[in-house]
């Protein structure tokens, strides 16, 4: 059973997002018109309480996202990307409330997905990168409240695909050793998210310290199913050492070709090795742990749409093929052309992932990242 978070409530909120206007609205209405929400349980989010938000971020930040009538604020991110927007309260407690609500759902269920959450860069005290509430630090950290008895101590693993670096989440858990992130993502001076985490992390490394359980891969511009595929070996590995009882997948879609940013060049089939579809099949189907898929990035809305209904289809255990034609009676239908189809195939940019820079990512996680990982996981033996 896939649990598939959603409701109009949910929808009308999240559509409201000055970044994604209207992406839930699509996302949500091709994956209906796909039958989709025939073969998923589909379960209503509970809005977060100010307690439940409070796990994580500020009273001080709180007091203003929730408050009806918040003025822009420089002190908590609310200005340039982070606007104030009409139904900015019920936007943060309806995605935060879905999230968790998934969380919830793992109790009952192995597999549960929540597109409308992802959102990675907000801050304790501060919105960021378009993000105005922490879903995924508060998902980490009500997986790791859970006693369930076949999990008394639970592993929580967090992968995120999104162009962005997880700079949010990663630093959240950082130097904590409870908790691995992993992001994959473009890192470049000057692109965001700007933080000392996001190159290449390695031991020995003086400033800042290195913790191998927050893990970075930057890609070079252009990265492409082929350099996916090239790295997805060490996310294997990285699970495998780490056996997570649960792993959160953030699935921003936004280093999918033909996204605005027009960073990466990565394709959806899983017909391509390499491609978003194989890795959320392969982490779905070979990797350890219950699993919950989150949305986030993703600023080219058919293509988001398209993106998580596949990736719905492929934890439903049936692919769509990615010939399927965009139904008729999806109201946003000319916005799919002219292929009219689910695919979204890789473009013409050049990859710029040399095979040295790729060696370079590869031994350096062989050869002092998974060993590092493996002798903080091993037990000490007693000193005598
Ligand atoms: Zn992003």
């Not at 649990?3 to 929808?11: D, W």
């Not at 039958?35 to 500020?58: C, D, F, I, M, N």
Request: glycine fraction near 4%; include cysteine.
């Amino acid at each position: 059973m896939v649990i598939y978070i959603v409701s109009s409530q949910l929808v009308e909120a999240a559509s409201r997002l000055p970044s994604n206007k209207n992406r839930s609205k699509i996302v949500h209405s091709l994956v209906n018109s796909l039958g989709l929400l025939k073969t998923a349980q589909v379960v209503r989010p509970v809005p977060a309480t100010a307690r439940e938000l409070r796990e994580y971020h500020s009273d001080d930040y709180l007091d203003v996202v929730l408050d009806d009538n918040a003025l822009p604020s420089t002190l908590h991110g609310l200005t340039d990307d982070c606007p104030v927007f009409p139904g900015l309260p019920s936007y943060v407690q309806l995605v935060a409330g879905a999230t968790l609500t998934a969380v919830k759902a793992l109790q009952i269920t192995d597999v549960a997905i929540c597109w409308d959450g992802g959102r990675h860069h907000a801050q304790k005290s501060a919105a960021s990168g378009f993000c105005y509430v922490a879903d995924c630090v508060l998902a980490i950290l009500a997986m790791r409240r859970v006693k369930e008895i076949h999990y008394p101590r639970p592993r929580i693993m967090y992968i995120d695909l999104d162009l962005h670096f997880s700079d949010a989440v990663s630093q959240a858990f950082y130097l904590q050793n409870s908790v691995l992130t992993l992001s994959i993502h473009h890192a470049s001076p000057g692109f965001f998210p700007v933080s000392p985490l996001a190159p290449l992390q390695l031991p020995n490394q003086p400033d800042p310290p290195f913790d191998p359980f927050t893990l970075s891969i930057p890609l070079q511009p252009g990265a492409s199913c082929s350099t996916y595929m090239a790295v997805f070996p060490l996310v294997q590995k990285v699970a495998e050492v780490f056996a997570p009882t649960h792993i959160i997948v953030q699935c921003g879609v936004d280093a999918l070709s033909e996204d605005p940013h027009a960073m990466f060049n990565w394709s959806l089939s899983l017909d391509h090795p390499g491609s978003m579809g194989f890795y959320i099949h392969r982490i779905l189907t070979t990797f350890p742990g219950k699993k919950l898929l989150l949305g986030g990035g993703g600023y080219n809305s058919p293509n988001a749409a398209r993106a998580w209904a596949y990736l719905t289809s492929i934890a439903l255990s049936d692919p769509l093929p990615v010939n399927t034609e965009i139904p008729y009676d999806h109201p946003v239908f000319p916005l799919y052309g002219p292929s009219f189809t689910l695919d979204v195939l890789e473009g013409t940019m050049q990859d710029q992932n040399t095979p040295e820079y790729l060696i370079h990512i590869i031994d350096s996680f062989t050869k002092h990242v998974i060993p590092a990982l493996e002798n903080a996981i091993t037990p000490k033996a007693p000193q005598c």
